[in-house]
Structure formats: structure tokens, C-alpha cells
């Protein structure tokens, strides 16, 4: 491996450096050439792009030629006219039922959204009444399981 010594090397870069700056000004030199060649002259006076204007409405006389007229809407009266024409004949409305209009059930929503919290109610519940039955038993009131059982459930069936 051969070391180069530092001043050869900083020279180096250097003459690198002063030859890439030197071919980037003949390059610009050359684009700027052509491009001088292919458009016109200085001197020559290029014309503006004409504005037009929409929806703006210009204050001064000479812009007045550049405004574009507004849109007419077309003539629709014949069409909105034949099409009541037609819908008188086929919908009658004493024939239209409003209940058919309404959503069959209008809690829907409602319902989906308590469900899940309804159902850990539910849950919660069912342990309550169980831990009630068990209290009672132990009470000594084992003669009316029966009875205790039964009125259990015909609490839970009044509640549904």
C-alpha cells in the first residue's frame, strides 16, 4: 500500500475541484446558448396571456371584452312537466300506506347498545336470587324449599 503525502493529496483535490468548476461553466455557457438561439431576442416584446374571467367582474372598460357571458341553464320545464305527469298517474295517495314509510322498530338501536349490559344485569341477578335461596335454607326454613323455589321463579317470570 503506497501513502500518499498530505500536501501531494490536498493538491490533488484541489486540481479536481478547479477542473469540475471549470466544465460546470461550459456547461452553463452552452445552455444558455442554445436556449438564447431557440427563444427570441431581448428586444422583442412578448405578448401577455389574455385573461378570462368567470365569475369575476371586472371594473375597467378594457377588461370588459375578456369576460365570458354567464351560463344559461337549459329549458327544463317540458321535462319536469311530463315527469308529473307521470307520477300522478301511477302513485295515488290514498293508496300509500304511511305505516309502510315508518322503521318497523324504532328501538332497535337502543336495544343493541343496553344488550350487553342488560345480559351481566341478567347474570348478576340470578347469582342475587340464588344467594337469597341459600340464605333462607340456612335459616332453617327447609320444610318450604319448595315454596321458596317456586315463588323464585314466578319473581323472574313477572320481571321478564
Request: no cysteine; proline share 5%; aromatic share 2%.
Amino acid at each position: 500500500m503506497v501513502i500518499m503525502d498530505t500536501a501531494e493529496g490536498v493538491g490533488s483535490l484541489e486540481d479536481q475541484a478547479l477542473k469540475r468548476k471549470e466544465r460546470l461553466k461550459n456547461l452553463k455557457r452552452k445552455n444558455t446558448s442554445s436556449e438564447s438561439a431557440s427563444t427570441e431576442t431581448p428586444n422583442q416584446i412578448v405578448p401577455l396571456p389574455k385573461p378570462k374571467f368567470r365569475s369575476y367582474k371586472p371594473q375597467d372598460e378594457t377588461l370588459q371584452e375578456a369576460k365570458i357571458d354567464d351560463a344559461v341553464p337549459a329549458a327544463v320545464e317540458a321535462e319536469v312537466k311530463d315527469l308529473l305527469e307521470a307520477g300522478k298517474e301511477k302513485i295515488v295517495l290514498q293508496d300509500l300506506d304511511i305505516s309502510s314509510l315508518a322503521p318497523r322498530k324504532p328501538d332497535w338501536d337502543l336495544k343493541r347498545d343496553v344488550a350487553k349490559k342488560l345480559e351481566k344485569l341478567e347474570r348478576r341477578t340470578q347469582k342475587a336470587i340464588a344467594e337469597l335461596i341459600w340464605e333462607r335454607l340456612k335459616q332453617g326454613n327447609e320444610d318450604n324449599l319448595g315454596a321458596i323455589v317456586t315463588m323464585a321463579q314466578s319473581k323472574l317470570v313477572e320481571e321478564d
